[in-house]
């Protein structure tokens, strides 16, 4: 072999580990948490108009053995009608705190109501009511009933097929307004204690739930599960940048150790460093995204040990 192309492999060799060293070395570094002004900015996006009417109504109502399931609807943003669950306990006093559910890609507010759902939902919800909980359940935008604003194409198709991801942004800033408008119509319900909120969300809820805890001071306690977590520095879909804002909740994570689509054991760590509250917790599953049925009792003792 000719020195010289003994030395042109050498060199390849040489930069080819070097970029596996700097690629593995960007996969445990690469969240990095925005400034104070960067995250102010970005929060303007989840501001609304308080004045424009909610318009609320219950069209319909059912009666269960320890609960009353009201359907809801209010008015959110750009000119939308948001369907709910409103389920408030029989067979305690209130006022009831209320814990808000908020559902992944894909599933809707039934989901919460559902044993056999993806995420358990129904579970969790019999063990909050149970304990003389309130829960509230939306529809995400483009969700359950609100597929019709997405000309009836599941969400899935236009963010893991089609890769538009700035649609995706929208669908979940104007959902996280829209549970933000829902509070602000709970709060006029004598039922409901106002004064402090729960909140659980299941994949994309759970991004929605970092949201919520970083820019809304009613949530007082906090669950997010199976939680995404997307790498850009300055966007309204990364989780890290409104973890270090995260001060005042009580805050679990749960993940699954082989959910290595959403983030890395790693990653998931790293998260749960940022949030600056200081009681916190994460939990990891032996499972990828979908947990085993046992997350609904560790969520549910979460809320229950903490709310204040």
């Keep these: 072999m000719k020195p010289t192309t003994y030395l042109m492999k050498l060199v390849l060799i040489i930069i080819f580990f070097s970029s596996s060293f ?3 070395q960007e996969k445990t570094t690469h969240l990095q948490s925005i400034n104070k002004e960067s995250f102010e900015v970005m929060t303007a996006f989840f501001n609304y108009d308080k004045n424009i009417p909610l318009d609320a109504k219950i069209v319909e109502n059912k009666d269960h053995s ?14 939308s009608r948001v369907p709910g669950y409103l389920a408030i306990p029989k067979n305690a006093n209130g006022p009831f705190t209320c814990i808000l559910l908020l559902h992944g890609v894909g599933d809707t507010k039934d989901s919460w109501w559902e044993e ?17 909980y309130a829960v509230l359940a939306l529809d995400a935008q483009y969700h359950g009933e609100r597929l019709i ?5 599941s969400p899935d198709v236009f963010i893991f097929q089609k890769g538009w991801i700035q649609r995706a942004r929208n669908m979940i800033v104007q959902t996280v307004i829209e549970y933000r408008r829902a509070m602000d119509y709970l709060e006029t319900r004598k039922e409901i204690d106002s004064n402090k909120f729960g909140a659980i969300g299941y994949s994309m809820g759970g991004m ?3 949201n919520l805890s970083s820019i809304d001071s009613r949530i007082n306690v906090a669950v997010a599960s199976v939680t995404p977590i997307l790498e850009e520095r300055y966007s309204a879909l990364a989780v890290h940048n409104f973890a270090p804002f995260i001060n005042n909740v009580s805050f679990l994570m749960l993940n699954g150790k082989e959910d290595e689509r ?6 998931a760590n790293q998260l749960f460093e940022m ?4 009681n916190k917790n994460i939990i ?13 009792k560790k969520a549910s003792d979460w809320i229950f040990s903490n709310i204040k």
């Design 208 to 210: 929605m739930v970092f």
């Design 22 to 24: 700097l690629q593995a």
């Design 275 to 278: 949030i600056k509250s200081e």
């Design 66 to 79: 320890n609960y009353v399931i009201e359907k809801i609807v209010f008015r959110g943003i750009n000119d």
């Design 262 to 267: 959403n983030y890395s054991i790693d990653e």
């Design 284 to 296: 990891f599953f032996e499972s990828g995204h979908k947990l085993p049925s046992e997350w609904t």
């Design 149 to 153: 604003n997405n000309d009836f194409e």
């Design 116 to 132: 056999n759902s993806f995420n358990s939902g129904g579970l969790l919800t019999k063990k909050l009511i149970d304990s003389g």
